[in-house]
């Protein structure tokens, strides 16, 4: 008997989530129907897409030099406050400046790569460092949702902890990451100093995918819950079946900020632990040397851009992945 | 069909970054600092030591000692870690992390004053580096003068001989605005601030290799007032060699270790004031940032605040030690912190470990005051290169 009630659950579970499937369905089909004219219009609109982006970027260029060639050159100030910055090229560098410095090489020395590979060597050093602490996140995120959804008293117990856990300030645990890691010997394990800087991100991931993973397990409604369970099924059942299913519309914005915290948190751990080859270090050496090359001091910023986008694409392709399950998006 | 065409496809894809993104991580990890991982395969001792900076000029002789195997020949393996924004070299010494530092005296004796065991057991730079640079015009000669006037201060300890020195006029911090600058000189140029901290070496450069937009051409000397902090009351004593007192006086292997690696060290330093271009390639290829011409200058002058050392590079002379203490005692900051309050104790210094070493390479034949040491001129590039 529980033999069968178990396979009717399994056949009958995805019924719950039908209203979600039949529109993929639908859409596959009137797709074949129509597939020329709705191809064409996809290419339009990913043309159009682009095309408003690159608008923005432009626009973006267009109001910095505009600015820079109309604003008096200290600014403009009310009182003794400076409320818009200098003009000048130290302040300021034109863009095109900027552009034609990342082809340069970084210094005159014979070894020296042009600037652009610099930069971009070491925003892939640190894209590797933040996705293996949003990864670390992920798993620690989705874990303490996990249990916290279990158990109602693991939530009371562990939710203010996770959010007092993001008061303390980056810079105040940074120092002491890096000195218990130094002391971190298993075997032939050695710890190694971009882990200090991983750890440091996941710190900074994880927060929003626990709180969002928790939001999408709670999700499905009381009527989802009780059906399955008159199905007489577990408790793992219906995570697989119901809650999981469920999370993703939360799931996925949630792991898009942890993915920014990720990068925000490895480029800041960088700097705070002094980190050889990624963007963090780059962006306070070239400060350094910005009195004499202003233009080179704005290569790493476009760097640690590029990086965030790249984050977030990655985590847009999941959402491709997952797209059954994509029935709206919630904010997390 | 298409439907999971286009699925599959983004599964790829997202398998395509994730394999990127390890790679890079694992490239990432090897790129550290240079040597720790064959650690004891010949029997070399392994030693940590703490910069208090990013690599450049500034630590010359240690990346010369590494690239010219001077400690390898005293049987260590060095591993050389620079610091970033918030590591502090003292700190991490008395944490264990780390086997020696290089930390300034009036910082590291700050730290002493709050319960930190340490010992100076050498004093590489036996000169102040610190100006304190003004506009030709501003009217600002000496410490006298920055009465109501906007001084630059990077803070974090590198404040101390500012206020040192305008203790010894009679000045104290409220008659001046305090600003904390950044990595760069821009807030001096455009006019934040009326006089600026500079490093001889390094800040000091900045702003001849800058151009001037009224002139077209690089800055020159003569565009700037410069107050020396050497020829000031608030002179107080900078890189030093820093060691762990406990383990000095407990530990007979670190106590070797700390002559072995201060022979090397002053090798690494010897070879920097013979081959300035050498050590400054060095330096670059050891993952300093700065350009050539930058850190010929930045290796240069670094040799200048270590050479002559009539005692012997990195004695600690007694007058400079007593002056800077003096100095840490009279200086107040803006907030009306002292940085120490009572003498340190008789162990923050020793000229044991150094004057072996020291005894070692003059029996070797190698000239360890400098006697004949003669800077070279460096042409600063616009932007350092």
Known sequence: MTDTGGRVASREAPRVSRPAETEPGVSVRSQGLAARPAKGRRGRRTAAAWGWGLAGILLVALVWETYKLLAPADGVLIGDTRVLPRTTDLAMPHIWDMFSRLAEPVTR???????WMVVGLAALTTLGIAAAGWLVGVVVGIGLALVMQRWRIAEWGLLPWIVLSQTVPLIAFAPIVKSWGSRVEIGSFEWQDWMSVALIASY???????????RGLESPDRIHEELMQSYAAGYWKTLVKLRFPAAVPYLLPALRLGAANAVIGAVVAEVSTGLQGGIGRILIQFAGQ???????????????????????????????ILKNYRRSEESA | MKHSTRRGLAAGAFAVTAAFLLAACSTGSGE????????????????????????????????????QGYFEDEGLEVEIIPSGGDIVPQDALANGDVDFAIAWVPKVLGSIEQGANLTDIAQIFQRSGTLQVSMADSGIESVADFEGKKIGSWGFGNEWEIFAAMADEGLDATTVQIIT?????????????????????????????????????LYTPEDFNVISYEETAGAMLQDAIWADTDRLESDSDYAETAVKFLKAVIRGWVYAAENPEKASEITIAAGSGWGPSHELWMVNETNKLIWPSPDGIGVINQDAWDKTVAGALAAVNESGAHLITEEPPASAWSNEYID???????????????ENFQPIDVTLNEGGN
């Open chain 1, 109 to 115: 020395s014979p070894s020296a790569q042009p600037l």
């Open chain 1, 204 to 214: 900074l991931a994880f927060f929003p995918i626990a709180i969002g993973a928790l």
């Open chain 1, 290 to 320: 910005a009195s004499g090359d202003p233009a080179k001091a704005w290569a790493p910023i476009f760097g640690a851009i590029l990086l965030g986008l790249v984050a977030a694409g990655s985590v847009a392709l999941l959402g491709v």
């Open chain 2, 32 to 67: 550290g600092s240079s040597s720790s991982d064959s650690a004891g395969d010949e029997g070399l001792i392994p030693v940590k030591l703490q910069l208090q900076w990013l690599p450049q000029g500034q630590f010359a002789g240690y990346f010369a000692a590494a690239d």
């Open chain 2, 181 to 217: 600058q950044d990595f760069n000189m821009n807030a001096f140029l455009q006019g934040d601030i009326d006089a600026a901290q500079a490093m001889t070496y390094n800040e000091y450069a900045q702003l001849l290799e800058t151009v001037n937009p009224d002139t077209g051409e």
């Open chain 2, 356 to 370: 072996e070493a020291l005894k070692e390479l003059k029996d070797e034949g190698l000239d360890v005051t400098g």
